[in-house]
């Protein structure tokens, strides 16, 4: 085609009903529809309807929203879309957030501290609930004293996500100055996280088997960010008796490629990835993720890890 007819193509497309354009843009991605307003006017308003941003808005995102703590009121669809990408609502006293991955509106959910079970979550002289942290979603996190038995688990309906959607689950944490116990050291047994997927009966006799998978993680660096990369290398170290250099026993520490480092957040806090599961349909059936991140089998003694929750969102989301 020359740059005669293309020009000419260019012109008829000019000339549709700004609802055919709208249709049009509705079947492509959130970021191509903001691209699109750029075109041209009559491009733009089709761009910006709420015809548009009403098919990128999940089909229950009203239901949903009747659960939030404030009412959420935008004068139009893709201000709601905007609204719930960069600022995500409070449900259920303050339990849970909801909000959508920019890229392709798909629902994210941020499971409060209040709505996990943490295990001697109810003793004070083992963890303390603070509130008004800078930079925590929720107003109040919960706060490690003293536990030697480190277990937190969440749990979420798989009905409540995007169908056709990969997530992963993230530990949202910050450690306080006097921490210990939470060290990635050489020789010391790192914590371990669950991702397990229960589906339900679904109208069937026998229930769908449960799928699982598991992952170390790091929480803490001791040498810097490097670290991460002598995690997956084979290491031998000393392990040093208290008998003045006798019966010092030299330890092999496989490589373990597929440890979760923790990348930090520019407010302090910081999210280490637990693991990642398929929303392949509508979660009809009572599916529910189970999410369990423990660290149970040193016994070592933990203070100091202040968690905000677990957050669920799309696996490609920066």
């Not at 049009?24 to 009559?42: E, F, H, K, M, N």
């Not at 290398?233 to 392990?239: D, S």
Request: hydrophobic share 40%; with cysteine; proline share 6%.
């Amino acid at each position: 085609m020359d740059a005669e007819a293309a020009a000419a193509a260019a012109a008829e497309i000019y000339r549709l009903p700004e609802e055919c354009v709208a249709y049009a843009i509705s079947l492509t991605t959130p970021g191509d529809a903001c691209q699109s307003s750029a075109v041209s006017p009559a491009f733009r308003a089709a761009a910006d309807s709420d015809g548009v941003w009403a098919r990128f808005l999940p089909p229950d995102h009203a239901a949903v929203l009747a659960r939030a703590d404030e009412p959420v009121e935008c004068e139009s669809k893709k201000e709601l879309f905007s609204r719930l990408c960069d600022n995500p609502v409070l449900l259920d006293g303050a339990t849970m957030s909801f909000g959508l991955e920019r890229r392709s509106g798909a629902k994210c959910f941020m499971l409060a501290a209040r709505a996990l079970s943490i295990v001697w979550g109810d003793d004070p002289s083992c963890w303390i609930w603070t509130a008004g942290l800078p930079g925590s979603r929720f107003p109040e996190v919960a706060e490690l004293v003293d536990v030697c038995w480190l277990e937190i688990t969440g749990k979420l309906s798989l009905s409540l996500l995007s169908p056709g959607t990969t997530y992963a689950a993230y530990l949202v944490y910050a450690i306080s100055d006097d921490s210990y116990g939470l060290e990635c050291h050489i020789g010391m047994l790192p914590p371990k996280a669950t991702v397990t997927v229960v589906s339900g009966s679904g109208g069937k006799t026998t229930p769908t088997p449960a799928t699982s998978t598991s992952h170390t993680i790091c929480l803490q660096h001791m040498q810097g960010e490097e670290e991460a990369a002598a995690h997956r290398r084979k290491t031998q170290y000393m392990r040093l008796r208290r008998s003045y250099g006798r019966n010092n026993k030299m330890l092999t520490r496989e490589a373990d490629p597929d440890i979760r480092c923790p990348r930090r957040w520019g407010d302090g806090w910081a999210e280490v990835e637990l693991g990642e599961f398929a929303v392949a349909g509508g979660g009809k059936d009572g599916a529910v993720v189970e999410v369990r991140f423990e660290e149970v089998d040193s016994r070592r003694w933990k203070r100091g890890l202040i968690v905000q929750g677990i957050e669920i969102r799309p696996k490609h989301a920066c």
